[in-house]
């Protein structure tokens, strides 16, 4: 692909120096449709980004932008904080009878503020409520949101030194793995619980994520979720589980979690719950969980009715059957052997991931970012994660074509080979 100079005088002079994404795609675009973007000069990508997992069913997805053009045009309410609307009753009833209900999760429904990180801000709150404690014990490597709640539980040095502050509260645990199976799991955490002079707060809660996307697609098993669900109801702290990135189908069923058959105390979803990419998070609870008072936990874009009528679509169209669920499987394994080829021939390389959010850890940690500045040039968007930027991290949306998979599959390997 032949880029010709973008104009980014507007950005690079007005816009402030935090702005990030834009660093590594060095274009401006103008319009999306279905796994595709494309720039005011008529370049096209193939996106295997996808919002940072917001897109999980694509740019436009024209159903649901057909339900949202429908809403608008008979003048819908768009701002209604936490009021009754008809949007919102819709959507309660559609998750409730599309998600809850067929995995038998007896959740109550928390409207945050629109961001995955008022989600995780919201848990950790009401965590303490319950329990009456501050200590909450978050894993290595997790990221959780960059408020500061949030940023206490989150591993990243670079994105914690932001705070400003000391960020406490929080106490970090290793991962699944992170040890590289040397020690048993647990055997610290459950000692430090137990001893009376270890020096930890007693947690009242647990947040971890399934599959920690920005941490670099570090996977849990199911075992060491089940052994951690058996922990935390053993010594009396909160389960929450963060499905901001990993939930709505992006490792095959709608939670992440449900593949370890276990149920969690609180649950955050974001990012992919509108389904078209517009702000709403929902913080879910056990009912015995809901002590809050009228308006203790409040915001004023806490009731995104556009994004109810967009989601409720996406459950309506995508969660009705296991279609969906099926298809995300199947493309599972078309990753998969195409990584296993790539680190085949590369070595030091490791693959790993569920579903569709997979990632290729190279040897030098420098070579991710090169392949990534590549695949743009090659018309692809990839990004990058980990502690270092050394994985090379694809979360296709869900709803892409078997061809367009395969394309974007033969130019992560060509750029991985045209930077070693």
């Not at 409730?96 to 959740?107: F, G, I, K, S």
């Not at 930890?200 to 941490?215: H, S």
């Not at 990584?339 to 030091?348: W, Y």
Request: proline content about 5%; overall charge negative; aromatic content about 10%.
């Amino acid at each position: 692909m032949t880029l010709t100079q973008p104009d980014l005088s507007v950005f690079t002079t007005l816009e402030s120096e935090v702005r990030s994404y834009c660093r590594s795609w060095p274009t401006v675009f103008n319009r999306a449709q279905g796994s595709r973007m494309y720039d005011e000069d008529g370049h096209e990508y193939l996106d295997f980004f996808a919002g940072a997992g917001s897109l999980n069913y694509g740019h436009n997805n024209p159903v649901l932008k057909r339900t949202l053009l429908d809403y608008l045009e008979h003048d819908g309410v768009t701002h209604g904080l936490d009021m009754s609307t008809t949007a919102k009753r819709a959507f309660l009833e559609y998750f409730q009878n599309t998600v809850l209900r067929p995995r038998d999760l007896p959740y109550k429904v928390m409207f945050p503020g629109p961001t995955g990180t008022n989600a995780v801000e919201a848990a950790l709150k009401l965590a303490r409520k319950v329990k009456g404690r501050e200590s909450i014990v978050s894993f290595t490597n997790a990221f959780h949101g960059m408020s500061l709640g949030s940023l206490a539980v989150t591993g990243n040095t670079f994105k914690r030194a932001g705070a400003g502050i000391p960020l406490v509260h929080g106490t970090p645990m290793p991962f699944d793995n992170y040890l590289d199976g040397q020690t048993p799991d647990f055997i610290w955490f459950e000692r430090l619980l137990e001893d009376q002079g270890s020096g930890l707060n007693r947690p009242a809660a647990v947040i971890v994520e399934t599959v920690q996307g920005e941490g670099g697609i570090n996977v849990a098993r199911a075992e060491w979720l089940q052994a951690l669900a058996r922990l935390c109801r053993q010594h009396d702290m909160l389960l929450i589980v963060d499905d901001i990135q990993m939930g709505c189908g992006r490792t095959g069923a709608f939670f992440s979690f449900e593949e370890a058959g276990i149920t969690p105390d609180v649950v955050t979803l974001s990012k992919s719950i509108s389904g078209y990419g517009l702000p709403m998070s929902l913080c879910l609870f056990k009912p015995e969980l809901d002590v809050w008072e009228p308006g203790e936990h409040n915001g004023t874009f806490r009731g995104n009715n556009p994004a109810f009528v967009t989601a409720t679509a996406a459950l309506n169209t995508y969660w009705s059957d296991d279609t969906l669920e099926r298809q995300t499987l199947a493309h599972a394994q078309t990753i998969e052997a195409a990584l296993h080829d790539t680190a085949a021939h590369h070595s030091g390389s490791a693959y790993r991931g569920r579903g569709m959010a997979w990632g290729l850890e190279l040897a030098d940690p420098r070579h991710a970012g090169r392949a990534s500045r590549r695949a743009f040039e090659l018309g692809l968007l990839v990004e990058t994660s980990g502690a270092h930027d050394e994985v090379l991290k694809l979360l296709p949306p869900l709803t892409i074509t078997t061809d367009d998979l395969d394309e974007g599959l033969r130019t992560v390997q060509r750029a991985v080979y045209e930077t070693a």
